[in-house]
T-cell receptor, first 114, second 115 residues
Framework: AQTVTQSQPEMSVQEAETVTLSCTYD???????LFWYKQPPSRQMILVIR????KQQNATENRFSVNFQKAAKSFSLKISDSQLGDAAMYFC???????????WGAGTKLIIKP | DADVTQTPRNRITKTGKRIMLECSQT?????MYWYRQDPGLGLRLIYY???????NKGEISDGYSVSRQAQAKFSLSLESAIPNQTALYFC??????????????FGPGTRLTVL
C-alpha cells in the first residue's frame, strides 16, 4: 500500500519566523514527483512547490524550500519569514508515474501567530 | 485566464435525491479527476479520466458515477444521495508531457451537504 504520513496535525509559528513541516511517504515505485499543496480557508488547493524524485538538488521557491531525502522517503517543507497568508492546511502528495495519481495524507494545519 | 471551474459551489440536498456536480476547464488538459475531502482526511479519488473515452474508478467510486461529455467537461453524479456523502468535492486536471507531469490543477471545490 502507498501511504503518506504527516505526523504533525497542527503547527504554529510566530509571524516572520521559520517553520518546518514534515512528511514521509511509502511507495515501491522509483519514479515519482513530490508536491506540497496548501489549502487556505478559501478551500482552494494551491501548489506551493514541486520536486522531481530523480533530482538530488532540493527545490526552492522564494520563501519555500524542501529537504528531500529519497532513501528515507522524507520530504519536509521549510517556510522562511512566515506570513499571515501562509496560514493553511498543507499536504504533500507524491505523484506516481505509473498511474498519474496523487497519494494524499491527512495534512498539517499551519497557524501563524501575529 | 485558463482555469478549472466547478458548479455549484455549495449545495444542500436531501437523502435520496439525485445530484450532479459539474466541472469545466479551459486548460486544454486531457486528464480530469474527481476527489472528495472529509474533515481531518486528505483527498480521496472517486473517478478519473485520461480522455473522453477513458474513465476509471478510483478508491471510493461506490455510490458515484461520472460522465466525460467533452475534453473540457467532467461531471460527477450521486444517483441517490446519502448523508455520509456530505463532503467537499474537488475537480482537478493534469497534462503529461508538459514538463509538469502529475501536477494537478484544482477547481474551487463544491461543498455538498446531504440531510
Amino acid at each position: 500500500a502507498q501511504t503518506v504520513t504527516q505526523s504533525q496535525p497542527e503547527m504554529s509559528v510566530q509571524e516572520a519566523e521559520t517553520v518546518t513541516l514534515s512528511c514521509t511517504y511509502d511507495t515501491s515505485e522509483s519514479d515519482y514527483y513530490l508536491f506540497w499543496y496548501k489549502q487556505p480557508p478559501s478551500r482552494q488547493m494551491i501548489l506551493v512547490i514541486r520536486q522531481e524524485a530523480y533530482k538530488q538538488q532540493n527545490a526552492t521557491e522564494n520563501r519555500f524550500s524542501v529537504n528531500f531525502q529519497k532513501a528515507a522517503k522524507s520530504f519536509s517543507l521549510k517556510i522562511s519569514d512566515s506570513q499571515l497568508g501562509d496560514a493553511a492546511m498543507y499536504f504533500c502528495p507524491p505523484g506516481l508515474y505509473s498511474n498519474y495519481q496523487l497519494i494524499w495524507g491527512a495534512g498539517t494545519k499551519l497557524i501563524i501567530k501575529p | 485566464d485558463a482555469d478549472v471551474t466547478q458548479t455549484p459551489r455549495n449545495r444542500i440536498t436531501k437523502t435520496g435525491k439525485r445530484i450532479m456536480l459539474e466541472c469545466s476547464q479551459t486548460k486544454g488538459h486531457d486528464r480530469m479527476y474527481w476527489y472528495r475531502q472529509d474533515p481531518g482526511l486528505g483527498l480521496r479519488l472517486i473517478y478519473y479520466s485520461f480522455d473522453v473515452k477513458d474513465i476509471n474508478k478510483g478508491e471510493i467510486s461506490d455510490g458515484y458515477s461520472v460522465s466525460r461529455q467533452a475534453q473540457a467537461k467532467f461531471s460527477l453524479s450521486l444517483e441517490s444521495a446519502i448523508p455520509n456523502q456530505t463532503a467537499l468535492y474537488f475537480c482537478a486536471t493534469s497534462e503529461p508531457g508538459t514538463g509538469r507531469e502529475n501536477e494537478q490543477f484544482f477547481g474551487p471545490g463544491t461543498r455538498l451537504t446531504v440531510l
